[in-house]
């Protein structure tokens, strides 16, 4: 199942360190987009069906480190 989920960051730099840290990242593979005047992001991924959504969690998780809210 195809998922998507936006974050808004203080700035376009610290959205921009948000996207560099999510090209090689090992939970999952993602795409991401730059929105919004460059302060928020969209990121899309396919999800198992079944089951706790790991990927979301760990996205929000790490959004959070980078002070970003989930939109």
Do not use: C, P
Request: charged share 30%; hydrophobic share 30%; proline share 0%.
């Amino acid at each position: 199942m195809k998922t998507e989920i936006s974050y808004r960051f203080e700035s376009s730099q610290i959205a921009n360190r948000f996207v560099h840290v999510l090209k090689n990242w090992s939970v999952n593979e993602v795409k991401t987009r730059l929105f919004n005047g460059g302060d928020s992001v969209k990121v899309t991924y396919t999800s198992d069906e079944g089951g706790f959504d790991y990927t979301s969690a760990e996205l929000d998780d790490l959004a959070e480190k980078h002070g970003g809210k989930e939109v």
